[in-house]
């Protein structure tokens, strides 16, 4: 089977009958553009976003002058590698948290099973914590065996309160009663971590749709695995009709997963990403940095050692 | 409606089209098939059309799903020991795919079958993570060997082989902490555990499952490459198959690999864990919802 090269190699081979001088022509661009959307479904980009994406990039492409010290293959890179920039957020303020209600904050964690919200949930009480709030977390997952458990030994690492009931409790009321607690506390930062769910699970929605009503979070932020393939988009967008996302936070990236999946539900849903997590320890969590996962997405390394050979 | 179309227009489609070529090559992208292995079927299916002179879409998607499931190789069930009398069964794959869900779908469903089951909570690492393979363990009714959190996962094998042979178990599962291909300190961590439990089943261990979720994308390739140089695969499991994921990666692992897949996890329950066959594989990737 044939193996995925990179994109920078393959576009010059593309453009090496061009001698560099003049516009980029339809026919070049083309070319181009079609290793541009082979590469992004190799980086689970969704297939309707690939095209959508490449379609706009050939408007701006086509024509553009090419210039003395960049060749046609890092003209087009460069032109790919701002737009995926764009669409993932730039430098757009809504990539920050916003704890600008009335206290207790609250911020729920939803998503997929496995996705990482529990550990996600710690690390975010750790970061809250580091910047002065007083946060609590919330163990509102009653099916997966032990996950109370889990969310109380997070806590009890990171010193930080955890709110939870016995075995059997309704999440729902589980999640009420913590907004008491938290009052009760003074904590000003609460963190639901719900159980993971799929997309599809009417019941387990209802869930969550009932939560959020009933609580009314100031963030409610969907987990997603860096890893995730062509259903991110679907995922990303059930639970946005559920549970109207305010952001999103893109994990697992300390492996070599591209994570086009970000960009997908970024384009999708508009969901912004508020947060990447690198690893398993409690620090582990970054702000998002949208030109770095941009040039992840077209294979790392492909932007910068193009500009260095320029 | 761009998903799962294929079904539909292979069978309506009389003639070989453009078309029909095009909506091949999203449908199996869609699935997550990745463009490497979708390039290569396109490539095959049409050097067949030409070979045997096919001329309907109905035999274009014949050839397509025999060509998938040859990728696929043939079903494979589980392989036991013939010098020891204990099977070793070592579960590993990265974090959250999985594994300590489906040992306890295949501790129940081995105990079911009359085996006597042990399980060792290899995974000292994650957060409750020893909690959660025991209670698992009181669920299905098999015992579990562990030891303090942090502790050495090699001497948590070391303590459940001996615990195994003196309680004349047929067959022990060992659950490892999650970790990224990439890592390369825990990848040695695996290589230790494996050699642990080498040095006292010689043959063992006799199946080396990794489990890979669903929903992944191309990434899955990737990781299993690593994990099969690493220490060897003797199978895969692919859980979550209860969602809209098609995981269409299995074709590149299984082809590229040569390592089969065994079980498809098919929800949370004990239940949700399916032999894998090939046929009804391929026949879900085309179907509609
Ligand atoms: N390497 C790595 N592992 C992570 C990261 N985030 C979470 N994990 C691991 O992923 C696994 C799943 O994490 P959890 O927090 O339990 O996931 P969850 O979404 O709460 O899972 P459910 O409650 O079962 O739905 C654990 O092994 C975590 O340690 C990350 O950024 N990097
Ligand atoms: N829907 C569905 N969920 C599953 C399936 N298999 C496992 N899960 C869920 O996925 C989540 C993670 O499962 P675990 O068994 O803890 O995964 P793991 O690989 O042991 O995770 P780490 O030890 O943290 O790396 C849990 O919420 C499970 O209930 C499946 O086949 N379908
Ligand atoms: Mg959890
Ligand atoms: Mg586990």
């Keep these: 089977m044939a193996m995925f090269e990179s994109l920078s190699k393959r576009l010059e081979g593309i453009f090496s009958n061009l001698s560099g001088q003049g516009k980029l022509t339809e026919d070049d661009v083309n070319a181009a553009l079609r290793e541009v959307r082979i590469a992004l479904i190799e980086a689970d980009v969704n297939l309707k976003v690939a095209r959508q994406f490449v379609e706009r990039v050939k408007q701006k492409a086509i024509g553009a002058d090419v210039m003395g010290s960049l060749s046609p293959a890092q003209q087009v890179l460069s032109i790919v590698n701002e737009e995926l920039i764009e669409v993932l957020g730039g430098t757009d303020d809504k990539n920050k948290l916003d704890l600008s209600g009335a206290p207790p904050n609250v911020i729920m964690l939803v998503g997929l099973q496995g996705a990482g919200k529990t550990t996600t949930a710690a690390k975010l009480a750790n970061y809250l914590r580091k910047q002065g709030s007083r946060p609590l977390m919330v163990a509102a997952d009653m099916y997966r065996p032990a996950a109370v458990k889990q969310l109380q030994t997070l806590g009890k690492q990171l010193t930080v309160p955890v709110y939870s009931e016995p075995m059997g409790a309704n999440p729902v009321d589980i999640c009420a009663n913590s907004i008491a607690y938290a009052r009760e506390q003074a904590c000003n930062v609460v963190i639901l971590d719900t159980a993971g769910r799929l997309n599809i699970d009417e019941r387990m929605m209802n869930e969550i749709i009932t939560i959020r009503n009933r609580i009314q979070p100031r963030e409610v932020l969907l987990v997603a695995d860096a890893m995730t393939g062509q259903e991110a988009v679907r995922v990303a967008q059930d639970f946005n009709q559920a549970v109207s996302l305010t952001g999103m936070i893109l994990t697992k990236m300390d492996g070599d997963a591209r994570g086009g999946a970000a960009l997908s539900i970024r384009s999708v849903t508009g969901v912004p990403v508020k947060f990447m997590t690198v690893g398993e320890k409690m620090d582990a969590l970054e702000p998002f940095y949208p030109d770095r996962l941009a040039s992840r997405i077209l294979g790392m390394g492909d932007v910068l050692s193009l500009i260095e050979r320029a | ?289």
């Design chain 2, 1 to 289: 409606q761009l998903f799962s179309r294929l079904g539909n227009t292979v069978q309506e489609t009389d003639t070989i089209t453009d078309d029909l070529w095009d909506e091949l090559e999203e449908s199996l992208l869609a699935a997550d098939v990745g463009p490497g292995t979708t390039d290569w079927l396109i490539e095959r299916l049409r050097q067949r059309v030409e070979e045997e002179h096919m001329r309907t879409g109905s035999q274009v998607q014949r050839a397509l799903r025999e060509e998938l499931a040859s990728l696929l190789g043939p079903s494979s069930s589980l392989r036991f020991a013939k010098q020891s009398p204990l099977t070793v069964i070592l579960v590993i794959g990265v974090n959250g795919s999985g594994k300590t869900t489906s040992i306890a779908k295949m501790a129940y469903r081995l105990s079911r079958e009359g085996q006597k089951v042990l399980l060792a909570a290899g995974d000292t690492f994650r957060a409750a993570a020893i909690d959660q393979l025991k209670e698992w363990g009181e669920r299905v009714g098999v015992p579990v060997i562990s030891q303090h959190p942090n502790s050495d996962p090699g001497a948590v094998v070391y303590d459940a082989i001996q615990a195994a042979q003196t309680r004349g178990s047929d067959v022990l599962i060992v659950d490892t902490a999650g970790r990224l291909h990439t890592k390369f300190n825990l990848m040695e961590e695996l290589k230790k555990i494996n050699k642990v439990i080498q040095k006292f089943i010689p043959d063992g261990p006799h199946e080396l499952l990794m489990v890979i979720d669903a929903t992944t994308g191309q990434n899955a390739l990737l990781q299993a490459r690593k994990f099969a140089e690493d220490i060897g695969l003797t199978g895969v499991i692919i859980t979550k198959m209860d969602s809209t994921a098609k995981g269409g990666f299995a074709f590149a692992v299984a082809d590229d690999l040569g390592v089969p897949i065994k079980f498809i996890g098919t929800g949370e329950k004990v239940e949700n864990l399916i032999p894998f066959d090939p046929q009804s594989f391929v026949t879900a990737l085309f179907a509609q919802e």
